[in-house]
């Protein structure tokens, strides 16, 4: 069974003025269509992987056919963080974690204010594409960290919780090489209840 890509839950436009609905259009319809199709196309070769969930794929790259391995690894990857995108964004986002998400943050980064600036140096320290998350380890401990193109926190053993994609094509239509700005505005659509539900009940399975 192929992947699918899932539909946005909120329209193209509902994360407006912080996301715009070109970028959205170009961003969901365009680039994870694609990572989407490539994968879908690797897999082809070696079917039998297609009983396997997209995080069982990432968490063991070593287990995947070498002709496939980094197809998989670059577009599996694509197609898992932007699927993670989407879903803990959200136009009733904003403010901050709640919750045992919350004490865990205040716990690991002695408040929420700090655990924001973790986040801002990781995406602005993140030399050309990736990524910055807040991620669950092994041990249900936090971590912020970056990854550069797709390559996967779940190849680590980490779980990915919520991460700001900080390839250009995420943002350079409205913010053009402000990425400093597109960060701090994401900030304005985090869905942290998604993010929590993530960190309560979030395995790789």
């Known amino acids: 069974m192929s992947f699918e890509l899932a539909p946005l839950p909120y329209a193209l436009d509902a994360l407006e003025p912080y996301l715009d609905a070109r970028t959205m259009e170009f961003h969901y319809g365009k680039h994870h269509q694609t990572y989407l199709n490539n994968l879908n196309a690797a897999l ?7 009983k396997l969930s997209i995080e069982k794929l990432l968490s063991d790259l070593n287990a995947i056919p070498e002709d496939i391995r980094m197809a998989v690894k670059n577009n599996g990857g694509g197609y ?7 879903a803990t964004m959200s136009p ?3 403010g ?17 204010a700090a655990f924001k600036q973790e986040i801002e140096k990781a995406a602005l320290g993140r030399f050309g594409s990736g990524w910055a998350w807040l991620s669950k380890k092994a041990d249900g401990s936090l971590l912020v960290h970056s990854t550069p193109n797709q390559d996967s926190p779940v190849s680590d053993g980490l779980y990915p919780l919520v991460g700001v994609d900080i390839w250009e094509h995420a943002y350079y239509l409205k913010y053009q090489n402000r990425r ?3 960060v ?11 993010v929590e539900d993530r960190f309560v009940e979030g395995q790789i399975k």
């Open 44 to 50: 082809e070769k070696h079917p039998e992987l297609f």
């Open 92 to 94: 009733k986002g904003g």
């Open 80 to 86: 898992f963080h932007h699927n993670v995108y989407w």
């Open 180 to 182: 400093a700005e597109f």
């Open 96 to 112: 901050e974690a709640k919750g045992k998400l919350a004490d865990a943050i205040n716990k690991t980064f002695g408040s929420f």
């Open 184 to 194: 701090q505005n994401w900030w304005n659509v985090v869905d942290w209840a998604a």
